[in-house]
């Protein structure tokens, strides 16, 4: 069955430091990816999205590439800031018509200090 | 547009008892998910409805729990008797087609 792997917490950075959290998948076919972010007090979110192989997801300065080769969709900023503390969770969507449940990885607790 | 709502934010039951859990999705999305996040581990899917009737409800994790969409509108998810091994968050998402929008979830507590 599909399965992701995420980058184990909790994470604290300095503000503006580099960020990565890694993420790989097992999935059959093509699958989309997906980052969710939950901030303090908060629901899911959906951060960025990449329905297809070497897709760019990218939205409030974070990235994400889907690579098909290392089957991986790792996340990436390049100055965190204090409000992007929060709890990432990679998540995956099977490409089998009907099956649209998500999978997700545990989560990273992402804290960042000033 | 309002996004998906679910009451209560918190509830607090002892083992035993029941609790319904109520998630509104968006308005026109015909597909309602329910998942749970479980001490801190992943979230889980539990299951999928299109409009009232159940597309796929393999991640339902036994009979004690029991969801209905009645009218294809609002859903609720009922625990009958709850267990300890129950809390956790249940989340609840919506889709019209591909991305699914989560609601704020409900934190449930079994004593």
């Known amino acids: 069955g599909n399965s992701v792997t995420q980058m184990e917490g909790p994470v604290t950075l300095s503000e503006e430091a580099f960020l990565t959290i890694n993420c790989t998948y097992t999935?059959?076919?093509?699958?989309?990816l997906f980052w969710y972010v939950q901030y303090p007090g908060e629901g899911l979110q959906l951060l960025l999205k990449?329905?297809?192989?070497?897709d760019k997801g990218s939205n409030k300065g974070f990235e994400a590439t889907y690579r098909k080769e290392t089957t991986s969709f790792h996340l990436e900023k390049g100055s965190v800031q204090v409000s992007d503390s929060a709890v990432y969770f990679c998540?995956?969507?099977?490409?089998?018509?009907?099956?649209?449940?998500?999978?997700f990885g545990t989560g990273t607790r992402l804290t960042i200090i000033p | 547009e309002a996004g998906v709502t679910q009451f209560p934010s918190h509830s607090v039951i002892e083992k035993g008892q029941t609790v319904t859990l109520r998630c509104d999705p968006i308005?026109?999305?015909?597909?309602l998910y329910w998942y749970r996040r479980v001490m801190g581990k992943e979230i889980k899917f539990l299951l999928h409805?299109?409009?009232?009737?159940?597309?796929?409800e393999s991640g339902m994790p036994n009979n004690r729990f029991l969801a209905e969409r009645t009218g294809g509108t609002y859903s609720t998810l009922k625990v009958q008797p709850a267990e300890l091994e129950d809390s956790g968050v249940y989340f609840c998402?919506?889709?019209?087609?591909?991305?699914?929008?989560f609601g704020p979830g409900t934190r449930l507590t079994v004593l």
């Open positions: 409805f299109v409009k009232e009737s159940k597309q796929d």
């Open positions: 998402a919506s889709s019209h087609s591909g991305t699914q929008y």
């Open positions: 308005s026109g999305h015909d597909n």
């Open positions: 999935a059959t076919g093509y699958p989309s």
């Open positions: 990449a329905t297809k192989a070497d």
């Open positions: 998540a995956l969507r099977g490409s089998n018509f009907g099956n649209e449940k998500l999978t």
